[in-house]
C-alpha cells in the first residue's frame, strides 16, 4: 500500500514540500515482511525532484547575484555625479569657505573626464558636462532619464529588492537542501534496515537447515 | 557509498531519532552556508589586495597627473588627493564588510564543530560529516 508520492502534503515556506521523518523503519514500511523496492524507489524519485528544484533555485541565485553587482556600479557613478554636483553648487554659493577643499584643485569646476569602454579593450576619452540628468537603462529596450536624485532613488530600491530577493532564495535553498538530506537519510536507513533483514533472515535459515540435516543424520 | 564490514557495524543499530535528523539538517544548511561564505570571503580578499596595491602605486604617483579611478565600469579623471580619498573610503568600506563576513563563517564553524562533536558521540563510525 505504499503511496506513489513519499512526499506529504505539508509544504514548506514558497510549496517546496516537505520530507516527512521516518520513526522507525519498520512501521514505515508496514512490518517484517515488506518488501523495499516501491519505498526505495518512491524515496529516490522524491530525491531526485528536490535535486532538480535545488538546481533550479541555485540558478535563479546566481543570475540574481549577477545582477547586483551591476547595480552597485551604475549606482556608484550616480552618487559620483550627484556628490559632484553638490559640490559645485556649494563652491558657488560661498567662495571664501573654500576649506573643505581647499588643498584641492576645485575639479568640480572642470568639466569631468572619463575613460570609458568602447570595446573590449578599447577605450575612448569623454567629456561629460554638467548635468542633473541620467538616462537608465531598465531593461526590454527602455531607457528613461531621470533627475539625479530620483535616479539615485530607484537604483537604491532596485538593489534592496534584488538583494532580497536573493535573501529569500538562499532561504528556500536552504529549507530545500534540509529536506533533501532528510530523505537521503530516510533511503539509507530504509535500505540498511533491508541489509539487516536479508542477513537475519539468512542466518535464521542456515540454522533451520543445519539442525534439520543434523536430525537426519543424526 | 562507503560499505562498513559487518563487524564494524553497530549491531544496536542505534536508531536516528527526529532530534538527531534535525541535528544532521542543522549541519547541512551550515556546510553550504560556510561554503558560500568562504566564496565571498576570497573574493573580498582579492578585491583587499587590489586596493592596497592601488594604495602603493598611488604613493609613487605624479602629483600633477590624473588619476584614471575606476567607478562602475568608466574611468574617471581625478586630482591625486581626490583619488587617494576615495580609495581610503573604498578600503574601510570593505574592511567592514570583510569583517563581517567572517564573524559570520567563524560563527558558522563554531556551531558546525559543535554539532559534529555530538553526532559522532552517537553514531561513530556510521556516520560521515567531513569532506
New interface residues.
Given amino acids: 500500500m505504499a503511496s506513489s508520492s513519499v512526499l506529504s502534503e505539508e509544504r514548506g515556506a514558497r510549496g517546496i514540500p516537505k520530507a516527512p521523518f521516518i520513526e522507525d523503519v519498520e512501521k514505515y514500511l508496514g512490518g517484517a515482511d515488506a518488501e523495499i523496492e516501491g519505498p526505495l524507489k518512491a524515496i529516490q524519485d522524491a530525491i531526485s525532484k528536490y535535486r532538480y528544484m535545488d538546481s533550479n533555485l541555485n540558478q535563479r541565485r546566481l543570475s540574481l547575484e549577477e545582477k547586483i553587482p551591476d547595480i552597485q556600479k551604475t549606482l556608484s557613478m550616480v552618487e559620483y555625479l550627484q556628490e559632484r554636483r553638490e559640490g559645485k553648487t556649494s563652491q558657488s554659493e560661498d567662495d571664501l569657505e573654500d576649506d573643505l577643499e581647499d588643498e584641492e584643485p576645485t575639479s568640480s569646476s572642470k568639466p569631468l573626464k572619463t575613460t570609458f569602454e568602447l570595446n573590449d579593450t578599447l577605450f575612448a576619452e569623454a567629456e561629460l558636462e554638467d548635468t542633473d540628468t541620467v538616462y537608465l537603462w531598465l531593461g526590454a529596450n527602455v531607457m528613461l532619464s531621470y533627475k539625479l536624485p530620483a535616479a539615485i532613488q530607484l537604483l537604491r530600491s532596485k538593489l534592496e529588492a534584488a538583494e532580497t530577493n536573493v535573501a529569500s532564495l538562499t532561504e528556500d535553498l536552504e529549507f530545500l537542501r534540509e529536506q533533501l538530506t532528510m530523505m537521503e537519510v530516510n533511503m539509507a536507513r530504509v535500505y540498511n534496515w533491508d541489509v539487516r533483514r536479508r542477513r537475519e533472515r539468512r542466518i535464521a535459515e542456515e540454522k533451520g537447515g543445519k539442525s534439520t540435516s543434523e536430525k537426519e543424520g543424526g | 557509498m562507503r560499505m562498513i564490514e559487518?563487524d564494524q557495524e553497530n549491531d544496536d543499530?542505534t536508531?536516528?531519532t527526529?532530534e538527531d535528523?534535525q541535528k544532521?539538517?542543522s549541519f547541512?544548511?551550515l556546510n553550504?552556508?560556510m561554503k558560500?561564505f568562504e566564496a565571498k570571503v576570497d573574493a573580498g580578499k582579492q578585491e583587499k589586495e587590489a586596493l592596497d596595491d592601488l594604495s602603493t602605486e598611488l604613493e609613487l604617483a605624479d602629483e600633477d597627473e590624473?588619476v584614471?579611478y575606476k567607478?562602475?565600469?568608466?574611468?574617471?579623471?581625478?586630482?591625486l588627493?581626490?583619488a587617494l580619498k576615495r580609495l581610503e573610503k573604498d578600503q574601510t568600506d570593505l574592511d567592514v564588510r570583510l569583517t563581517k563576513l567572517s564573524e559570520s563563517a567563524q560563527q558558522c564553524e563554531a556551531d558546525m564543530k559543535q554539532l559534529k562533536v555530538a553526532l559522532y558521540a552517537k553514531f561513530g563510525s556510521a556516520i560521515n560529516l567531513d569532506e
Fill in positions: 559487518q543499530s536508531e536516528v527526529w535528523q544532521i539538517n547541512s544548511k553550504t552556508r558560500g590624473p584614471l567607478i562602475g565600469e568608466t574611468y574617471v579623471h581625478m586630482s588627493p581626490r
